[in-house]
């Protein structure tokens, strides 16, 4: 299967934040229009070797897609066409934004280049945690940018949360949750906070100076959410994503369903012709390779059985869970005879449950997903 799905990873944001691991560097100094050339070099390269089926979803992610200003912003979405031509009639076209960042021009750059939605970092709605965990806008950023973005046009918005952040209380989620709620958005991404080496945060938590909330408490953040957001009709349909009827996102979608889907720019990661690659970081590294070639740094072969793996691991992250017919068209093989411990083992367990042609998550497996996930791992080498 070649892909029909598109990432675009743009690393430059306006300020780092003190728990971000991705690819992303400081704007200021950084040779934007150099690199907005590369990546067009290298959706030719990479559109040569895999030449693309009809595209069904596009994703712009980063870093902060949004400092780009509207002059760059048309040069890209202009790349994007050029090179994958073909859309779906209903294609979904993501961009990530950071509230603050997206005036009325840039909007009606990327409406007019097809953009149909945007994905909000909100994070929370305390004003003091926002400046804290290192975000650079405020509240009232958040709402601004939200009726801006419906005044050119573009209605499909989606706004992620974070719950457990450092001195955050429950009590504060419920105030971010009714506040999101207000602004009628049509999907929630509501992650939460992983520490990870060589972040701000990481630093701070050896040095014994970040104050996270207890695991009772980081657990009530995510039952809250879980409950206040299904009362006011979004549907859990990922562990970590809730959506309107129809708005869910259907690229990520992809990555769950263990589909191919291109990956281009600096740190980006690719899934295609049952080979994952990941592209090198460095910004002006990945300029320079791309003028001779296709800058990966590393390329793994996925063999069948990691393939059935990944399957399982990725697929049970959907409410819906993963199809035994499904996976049997796709291995020629019973799930149950891939994996005959593991499976009756979560049974037996209760943290996964048949229902119908799918097996799922139970609301225990949903709470200790990660034991269900790594059960999987290695169980076909």
Partial sequence: MNPRSVYIHIPFCTHKCHYCDFTAYVVGGQPVDEYLQALEREMARTVEAVPPETIDTIFIGGGTPTVLTPRQMAFLLESIRRYFPRWSSDLEFTVEANPGTTGPDLLSVLRDGGVNRLSFGAQTFRADLLHRIGRVHSVEDIERSVEQARAVGIDNLSLDLMFGLPEQTVQDMEEALVR??????????????????????????????????????????????????????????????????????????????????????????????????????????????????????????????????????????????????????????????????????????????????????????????????????????
Wanted: aromatic share 10%; proline share 5%; glycine share 10%.
């Fill in 180 to 381: 999101s709620l207000l602004l009628q958005p049509d999907h929630f991404s509501v992650y939460s906070l992983k520490v990870e080496e060589g972040t701000v945060f990481h630093t701070r938590l050896l040095q014994g100076r970040l104050p996270l909330p207890s695991e009772d408490d980081e657990l009530e953040m995510y039952q809250l959410t879980r409950h206040r957001l299904s009362e006011a009709g979004y549907r859990q349909y990922e562990v970590s994503n809730f959506s309107r009827p129809g708005r869910e996102s259907r690229h990520n979608s992809t990555y769950w369903r263990n589909l191919p889907y291109y990956g281009l720019g600096t740190g980006a990661h690719g899934y295609t012709n049952g080979v994952r690659h990941h592209n090198v970081k460095g910004v002006k590294e990945y300029i320079r390779l791309v003028q001779e070639g296709l800058p990966v740094a590393g390329a793994h072969p996925v063999e069948r059985g990691e393939a059935m793996e990944n399957q399982l691991i990725l697929g049970l992250r959907l409410m819906e869970g993963v199809s035994r017919s499904q996976f049997r068209r796709r291995y020629g093989v019973e799930m149950e005879t891939v994996f005959p411990d593991v499976i009756p083992d979560l049974l037996v367990k209760k943290l996964i449950v048949p229902e119908g042609d799918c097996y799922r998550l139970t609301e225990q497996g949903l709470l200790f997903g990660n034991e269900v996930f790594s059960a999987f791992l290695g169980e076909t080498a």
